[in-house]
């Protein structure tokens, strides 16, 4: 197998890898769920990417803006036939807020918790979508490390050009030892084997348990296998880490299941909590920050 420079240097325990960002704790897929996550010493951070009308690259998990911006409320914007991140250019996007949703809904009910800090909630409103150029630029500032998931982009413009869009900016910026690529688009893996084989590049699966996670994953040329966590089985992670394909799994939240994955030797765990995650691996001895 080629080499894979996202992992090298690896350590032996579990990557915690921050989903969108810490997510539970500050507006998904933003500068600042990417920066908190930092702080609380994730091993890296995962993102969404999508296209603007304009071809941009964004860091967005829907195709529409409606839930994470104010967009439904913007007077700029009133009436708009279409809310999708592609029906809009850059500039129109980097009009709205991507963070005052975060107070309006508590989507992970932190604020009601009592664990938001009025004056840190009130920090997100005004937030703006960063492009992927500008979160790459402050994963290299931190020296850290990122998942890029790609969206699926069959219905878009960008189907054909989007891998080669982004791995040209990660080339650009030269951080191929410092990002993964996943798709749950398994053709974008195959097209990343060709324009950067040395880029490593997870298989993302949901719904039904392949048959075989292993051949699935050469087929694509996958250095990693990212499985919804309840597609997860030993028999596949312990069949993966003997064919040296390292196993992220997502989305684990409750830290009693991020404890049995890391004693079956999950690789990483990609968490809206990424501080509870790391404190339990800390007080379980399975590995010092
Ligand atoms: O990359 C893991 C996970 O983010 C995949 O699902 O919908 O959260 O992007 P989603
Ligand atoms: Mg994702």
């Known amino acids: 197998m080629k080499s894979k420079l996202f992992f090298a240097g690896r350590p032996e325990k579990p990557l915690v890898i921050a989903h969108r960002g810490a997510r539970a704790y500050a507006p998904e897929n933003?500068?600042?769920?990417?920066?908190?996550?930092?702080?609380?010493?994730?091993?890296?951070?995962?993102?969404?990417?999508?296209?603007?009308?304009?071809?941009?690259?964004?860091?967005?998990?829907?195709?529409?803006?409606?839930?994470?911006?104010?967009?439904?409320?913007?007077?700029?914007?009133?009436?708009?036939?279409?809310?999708?991140?592609?029906?809009?250019?850059?500039?129109?996007?980097?009009?709205?807020?991507?963070?005052?949703?975060?107070?309006?809904?508590?989507?992970?009910?932190?604020?009601?918790?009592?664990?938001?800090?009025?004056?840190?909630?009130?920090?997100?409103?005004?937030?703006?979508?960063?492009?992927?150029?500008?979160?790459?630029?402050?994963?290299?500032?931190?020296?850290?490390?990122?998942?890029?998931?790609?969206?699926?982009?069959?219905?878009?413009?960008?189907?054909?050009?989007?891998?080669?869009?982004?791995?040209?900016?990660?080339?650009?910026?030269?951080?191929?030892?410092?990002?993964?690529?996943?798709?749950?688009?398994?053709?974008?893996?195959?097209?990343?084997?060709?324009?950067?084989?040395?880029?490593a590049t997870g298989a993302l699966v949901e719904g039904q348990r392949p048959a075989d996670a292993v051949a699935l994953c050469r087929e694509h040329y996958a250095s990693a296998y990212h499985p919804d966590r309840h597609l997860v089985c030993p028999d596949d992670l312990a069949a993966l880490r003997d064919a040296g394909i390292a196993v992220n799994i997502w989305t684990i939240n409750a830290m009693a299941e991020a404890e049995t994955l890391t004693a079956y030797a999950a690789t990483g765990m990609i968490t809206d909590y990424p501080a509870a995650t790391r404190a339990m691996m800390l007080a379980k001895g399975f590995r010092s920050a």
């Open 30 to 199: 933003t500068l600042a769920a990417a920066t908190l996550a930092h702080t609380v010493q994730a091993d890296a951070w995962e993102l969404d990417v999508n296209y603007t009308r304009d071809g941009k690259l964004v860091v967005m998990h829907d195709d529409s803006l409606a839930r994470t911006t104010n967009i439904t409320t913007h007077p700029d914007f009133a009436g708009a036939p279409s809310l999708r991140v592609c029906d809009f250019t850059l500039e129109e996007i980097r009009r709205l807020d991507a963070g005052s949703w975060y107070a309006q809904t508590d989507p992970h009910g932190r604020i009601a918790a009592g664990e938001m800090p009025p004056s840190m909630v009130q920090s997100f409103t005004g937030m703006a979508v960063p492009t992927l150029e500008e979160a790459l630029t402050l994963t290299k500032s931190l020296s850290w490390r990122v998942n890029v998931e790609i969206k699926n982009h069959e219905h878009l413009i960008g189907h054909t050009r989007v891998t080669k869009d982004v791995l040209d900016l990660i080339r650009k910026m030269d951080m191929v030892e410092q990002v993964i690529m996943s798709s749950f688009q398994l053709r974008y893996l195959l097209e990343a084997h060709t324009l950067l084989p040395e880029l």
